[in-house]
T-cell receptor, first 110, second 108 residues
Framework: SQQGEEDPQALSIQEGENATMNCSYKTSINNLQWYRQNSGRGLVHLILIRSNEREKHSGRLRVTLDTSKKSSSLLITASRAADTASYFC??????????FGSGTQLTVLP | DGGITQSPKYLFRKEGQNVTLSCEQNLNHDAMYWYRQDPGQGLRLIYYSQIVNDFQKGDIAEGYSVSREKKESFPLTVTSAQKNPTAFYLCAKGFPQHFGDGTRLSIL
């Protein structure tokens, strides 16, 4: 079952701008993770936020989690052309299995 | 490669044929996973294994089989019963999950 859903499906911005992607999920989670996928490649883990955390930072990434709304957001600041990729959220329950959303395709224009 | 290797990169299947995708890891993780990705879609879990000689079905296990005879290896067989096998297959290990670079399977 596809628990996470990202919004928007596609996002196009200029280099240097910030990019915000949103994710909604359906059931209770232990943590929520964000991954990046470059075209034709495997996924790369970006950041994990636990259910008792509200915000987490890693470099140019900022993730928020609102468990009351069952939603999360990923903010990429000062975007670069190299940030062009698909971004997926993945909800993790007690069994440590991940349920992925359908992704946001981010294009950063130079 | 983050300690996980998938092969081959591209694979073609003939009608009625079983094909096996390889996934090997070198970092001694217990958990390994197989996912299927269709164009423009997220990942769907096929099978996962938390320990040698044990594995569990995911959301879309029909038409697929796996084995886990060694900790470092978790091969996926796409059987002839899988009528729509064309997809990108991804193997992952550990938690948070680290992914291989995938195998793209097509029908001849």
């Amino acid at each position: 079952s596809q628990q996470g859903e990202e919004d928007p499906q596609a996002l196009s911005i200029q280099e240097g701008e910030n990019a915000t992607m949103n994710c909604s999920y359906k059931t209770s989670i232990n943590n929520l993770q964000w991954y990046r996928q470059n075209s034709g490649r495997g996924l790369v883990h970006l950041i994990l936020i636990r259910s008792n955390e509200r915000e987490k930072h890693s470099g140019r990434l900022r993730v928020t989690l609102d468990t009351s709304k069952k939603s999360s957001s990923l903010l990429i600041t000062a975007s670069r052309a190299a940030d062009t990729a698909s971004y997926f959220c993945a909800a993790s329950g007690s069994a440590r299995q991940l349920t992925f959303g359908s992704g946001t395709q981010l294009t950063v224009l130079p | 490669d983050g300690g996980i290797t998938q092969s081959p990169k591209y694979l073609f299947r003939k009608e009625g044929q079983n094909v096996t995708l390889s996934c090997e890891q070198n970092l001694n993780h217990d958990a390994m996973y197989w996912y299927r990705q269709d164009p423009g879609q997220g990942l769907r879990l096929i099978y996962y294994s938390q320990i040698v000689n044990d594995f569990q079905k995911g959301d879309i296990a029909e038409g697929y089989s796996v084995s886990r005879e060694k900790k470092e290896s978790f091969p996926l067989t796409v059987t002839s019963a899988q009528k729509n096998p064309t997809a990108f297959y991804l193997c992952a290990k550990g938690f948070p999950q680290h992914f291989g670079d995938g195998t793209r399977l097509s029908i001849l």
